[in-house]
């Protein structure tokens, strides 16, 4: 069975600093990985998504995220923090068989300061 | 074009009553799913449809939930005799791959908060 760990509830950083997010994996079989964000009173959203190709994923908003198959991982990064890039962040994995789960982290709230 | 719609926004109930939850997935989008957020946790699946049936329900808590898409449009989460525990809010999301494919993209609703009593 598969599952995901977001270390980290709360994330905190100043604007213009470094994003970094932290999701770890476990599956048997090849996954998929994705990062979704939820603002404030608004359903989740896409932010990008592994699916076997590229390893390194560029999504929306100057996120991206890179898969590493050894670490088991797929943080979330982006160079430089924006006010408007306060929300919770969810990463998400499902895998190419034992059903259409998805399976969700319990979530990372950023916080921007100004 | 519009998303994903999910009414009522909010539900208050009292336990022991039968409530329904519907969704309305963007148009031409045959999967739909089904997911509960509780307070602080990310959401937990409950159920897939692909077309009009359900392709796996392996996340349905117990036999109280029920869901039905019966024309492969709107979907309608059925939960008889609510309990308190089932405060939380209801996720529905859609995605296009008529295949069902694992890396589709889903689209989500807003969701609905249900508040048993």
């Known amino acids: 069975a598969q599952s995901v760990t977001q270390l980290g509830s709360h994330v905190s950083v100043s604007e213009g600093a470094l994003v970094l997010l932290r999701c770890n994996y476990s599956?048997?079989?090849?996954?998929?990985l994705f990062w979704y964000v939820q603002y404030p009173n608004q359903g989740l959203q896409l932010l990008l998504k592994y699916t076997s190709a590229a390893t390194l994923v560029k999504g929306i908003n100057g996120f991206e995220a890179e898969f590493k198959k050894s670490e088991t991982s797929f943080h979330l990064t982006k160079p430089s923090a924006h006010m408007s890039d306060a929300a919770e962040y969810f990463c998400a994995v499902t895998t190419h068989t034992g059903g259409f789960k998805t399976i969700f982290g319990a979530g990372t709230r950023l916080f921007v300061k100004a | 074009g519009a998303g994903v719609s999910q009414t009522p926004s909010n539900k208050v109930t009292e336990k022991g009553k039968y409530v329904e939850l519907r969704c309305d997935p963007i148009s031409g989008h045959t999967a739909l799913y089904w997911y509960r957020q509780s307070l602080g946790q990310g959401p937990e699946f409950l159920i897939y449809?692909?077309?009009?049936?359900?392709?796996?329900d392996s996340g349905l808590p117990n036999d109280r939930f029920f869901a039905v898409r019966p024309e492969g449009s709107v979907s309608t989460l059925k939960i008889q005799r609510t309990e308190r525990g089932d405060s939380a809010v209801y996720l529905c999301a859609s995605s296009l791959n008529p295949s069902g494919g694992r890396g589709d993209t889903q689209y989500f609703g807003p969701g609905t908060r249900l508040t048993v009593l």
């Open positions: 449809f692909q077309g009009t049936g359900a392709a796996d």
């Open positions: 599956s048997s079989v090849p996954p998929y």
